[in-house]
C-alpha cells in the first residue's frame, strides 16, 4: 500500500511568513494590471496616440496566475484585476474563472475595475467566476463629453454595459475623476443619477501620471473645494472608515439621495498610512507605491531562475523591504511629475 504522508508533517509544515513592510503594515490587497491596452484614450490617462507595449513583454495569463497565487499564499485576500482596459485582454475570462477558483482558500475577494464598455458581454460570467462587486469609470453622462474625454467611447455601450451588471447581481461603485473643464458642473447630476441607480460614486484628483499630451494644470481641481460647493446644496453625513474596502477612499452618505459618494484625495490629502497594497503591472514590475518610481521585477524572476517559486517569493521579500512609507508627488508647471513618466494604464489604477 502507498505510504501516507504524515499528518504531522502538514502539520508542522512552515506557513508562508505574511508580508508585512518595514513600517508594520500588512500587505492584503493586490492590483495586478494585466494590460496596457485600452480601446478608450481618457484625456487624463493616456495620449490619443499612446503607443502600446509589444505583446512579448506581458506577461502570460499562466504567469499571472502563478503571480496572483504567490500573493495569496502570503496572505494577500484581494484581488483587483486592472488595465489598461482588462477586459480587452484575450482569454482574460479563463484567468478570471482560474483565480475566482482560489475564493474561499486565501482569497475573499476577487475584483476588477473596467470601463464597462465590454461589460454587456462578460456580466454573467464575472458573476459566474466569483466575482460580486466592479468598479467602473465613468466620467460623463453626456455622450458627447463622454466621447470628448475617453476621445472616442460610446456611452450607450458603458450604459449597456452597466444595466447587464445590475442585471447580473454586481455591485456597482463608479469612479469619477473631477475634471475643472470637462465634467465639473455634471458632477451633482451624475451623483444623483449614480445613485437612483443604486451605484455608489466615487471622486477622485486626476493625478500627474505619465504624458498625456493635456495640460494636467487645466485638468486637476482639489476636492475638497468640490466637496464645499456639494456642501452647499446636500448634506454629506461622514462614515466610519472600518471597511476593510474603503482603501484611500472617505466616504459620506449623501442625505437627500441616500447613497453613498466617495472622496480619493491623493494631492490634497495623504493617505498612506493605512497602505496594504501593492500594484503589478502586467510586464511583471511591483510597483511597491504609485507615487513613486521604485519597482521590483517579477519578470526576471520568473523567467530566468530554475526555482520561480523560490525567486517569486524572494521578490516579494524585497518588494516589502522596499515599500516606501508614503508617497510624494511633485507638480511641475505643467501639472505633471517629473519624476514619474509611466501611465496610470501601466501601473494599473
Ligand atoms: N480601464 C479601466 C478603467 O478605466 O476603469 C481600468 C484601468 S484605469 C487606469 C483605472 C482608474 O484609473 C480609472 O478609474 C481611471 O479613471 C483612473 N485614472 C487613470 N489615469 C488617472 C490619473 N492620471 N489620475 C487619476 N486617476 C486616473
Ligand atoms: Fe482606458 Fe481606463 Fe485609461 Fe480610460 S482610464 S484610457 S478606460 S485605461
Redesign the pocket.
Known amino acids: 500500500m502507498k505510504e501516507r504522508p504524515s499528518m504531522a508533517d502538514g502539520l508542522n509544515a512552515p506557513a508562508k511568513p505574511p508580508l508585512i513592510d518595514r513600517f508594520g503594515r500588512q500587505v492584503t490587497y493586490l492590483r495586478l494590471s494585466v494590460t496596457d491596452r485600452?480601446d478608450l484614450r481618457?484625456s487624463?490617462?493616456m495620449s490619443e496616440k499612446m503607443q502600446f507595449l509589444p505583446k512579448s513583454e506581458l506577461l502570460s495569463l499562466e504567469e499571472l496566475e502563478l503571480v496572483a497565487n504567490a500573493f495569496i499564499d502570503r496572505g494577500v485576500e484581494k484581488v483587483r484585476i486592472?488595465?489598461?482596459?482588462?477586459l480587452v485582454r484575450r482569454d482574460i475570462g479563463d484567468l478570471i474563472d482560474r483565480l475566482g477558483g482560489r475564493l474561499g482558500n486565501g482569497l475573499e475577494e476577487l475584483t476588477l475595475?473596467?470601463?464597462a464598455t465590454l461589460l454587456e458581454r462578460f456580466a454573467d460570467r464575472l458573476y459566474d467566476a466569483g466575482v460580486r462587486r466592479l468598479?467602473?469609470?465613468l466620467?460623463s453622462i453626456n455622450p458627447d463629453k463622454f466621447r470628448e474625454i475617453t476621445r472616442r467611447g460610446s456611452l450607450d455601450q458603458v450604459l449597456n454595459g452597466l444595466q447587464a451588471a445590475k442585471r447580473a447581481g454586481l455591485k456597482i461603485k463608479l469612479?469619477t475623476?473631477a475634471l475643472k473643464h470637462q465634467n465639473l458642473e455634471e458632477l451633482p447630476d451624475m451623483i444623483r443619477w449614480a445613485h437612483g441607480e443604486g451605484f455608489d460614486l466615487t471622486l477622485?484628483?486626476?493625478?500627474?501620471?505619465?504624458d498625456t499630451g493635456e495640460d494636467r494644470v487645466d485638468q486637476y481641481v482639489p476636492l475638497p473645494d468640490v466637496r464645499a460647493s456639494l456642501e452647499d446644496r446636500w448634506a454629506l453625513d461622514p462614515l466610519p472608515q472600518h471597511d476593510m474596502n474603503a482603501g484611500p477612499s472617505r466616504y459620506v452618505r449623501v442625505k437627500e439621495t441616500g447613497g453613498k459618494l466617495g472622496f480619493i484625495t491623493p494631492l490634497t490629502n495623504n493617505f498612506c498610512a493605512g497602505c496594504n497594497r501593492v500594484r503589478i503591472t502586467c510586464t511583471g514590475r511591483i510597483y511597491m507605491c504609485l507615487g513613486q518610481d521604485d519597482f521590483i521585477d517579477l519578470r526576471a524572476a520568473l523567467r530566468e531562475s530554475s526555482d520561480p517559486q523560490a525567486s517569486l517569493n524572494a521578490a516579494l521579500d524585497e518588494a516589502m523591504f522596499y515599500k516606501p512609507e508614503k508617497h510624494e508627488f511633485r507638480i511641475d508647471a505643467r501639472g505633471q511629475d517629473p519624476a514619474l513618466s509611466r501611465h496610470?494604464?501601466v501601473t494599473?489604477?
Open positions: 485600452c481618457c487624463y490617462c486592472t488595465g489598461g482596459e482588462p475595475t473596467t470601463n468598479n467602473v469609470s466620467d469612479n475623476v477622485i484628483e486626476v493625478m500627474p501620471l505619465g496610470m494604464s494599473g489604477g
